[in-house]
């Protein structure tokens, strides 16, 4: 179960982490567009992206959206599933253990024998000595 968990939380951070890229780079197409709009450059490049206003070609904001979206949905596919095995894990250390456990005192073999045992001797010398105390008491 600790592996488990560790597991999710590991992918949930990566999640998170990429989460995160993906909001920075819908702020970067905010900053691009608003100084698009303020400058007379109609195009911006950013790596393998390009935006641009007049030559008709879509910034791939609805993209990132999607995105972003999908990685929710992933987030939230963890959590359910970590809901779920921690109702499994629950049910089965829900379980009995395997026997049952004696506490009763008539149970516990282990020492009601020496405890029986040494009762017998005892008894036993002390009938000795009072057999041997009579008869000798005669005398």
Do not use: C
Not at 31 to 43: A, P, R
Not at 49 to 78: A, F, H, M, P, V
Not at 88 to 116: C, D, M, R
């Amino acid at each position: 179960m600790k592996r488990r968990d560790d597991l999710i939380n590991i992918q949930k951070e990566n999640l998170e982490d990429q989460l995160q890229q993906v909001k920075d780079l819908q702020n970067i197409y905010i900053n691009v567009i608003q100084k698009e709009s303020n400058s007379k450059e109609k195009s911006f490049k950013i790596g393998d992206i390009s935006i641009s206003g007049s030559d008709g070609q879509k910034t791939k904001e609805y993209e990132l959206l999607q995105e972003e979206q999908r990685i929710r949905n992933e987030l939230k596919k963890l959590e359910e599933q970590k809901i779920e095995e921690d109702v499994v894990f629950e049910v089965i250390s829900s379980f009995q253990e395997v026997g049952n456990v004696s506490s009763h005192w008539k149970e516990k073999y282990s020492l009601i024998f020496p405890t029986a045992s040494l009762a017998i001797l005892i008894l036993f010398f002390v009938l000795k000595k009072v057999i041997i105390f009579t008869l000798n008491y005669e005398d």
